[in-house]
């Protein structure tokens, strides 16, 4: 017997960004100290609304290793 799936889609779609908290966590530092980054002219994020910044996965994964790559 299947389980109603009433959102069968929600599974399969993968996220194409993501929030300041997760990308700190991804980084170990500090939801402050994401901030910081964030508001940096370099560091790649969408504008949504007047408040919500989201965070391209893969530009921001490109610019850690840019930024690793800068400290080498």
């Known amino acids: ?3 109603y799936n009433a959102n069968p889609q ?13 990308a700190a966590q991804m ?11 964030v508001h940096r ?6 504008l949504a609304g007047q408040r919500r ?3 391209p996965k893969e530009a921001f994964m490109r610019w850690v290793n840019e ?3 800068q400290n080498k």
């Open 1 to 3: 017997m299947e389980l």
């Open 10 to 22: 929600r599974d399969k779609i993968e996220k194409l960004t993501i929030s300041i908290k997760e």
């Open 27 to 37: 980084l170990g530092i500090s939801y402050n100290v994401m901030l910081t980054l």
């Open 41 to 46: 002219k370099d560091f790649p994020k969408i």
């Open 53 to 55: 910044i989201l965070i």
């Open 67 to 69: 930024q690793a790559c």
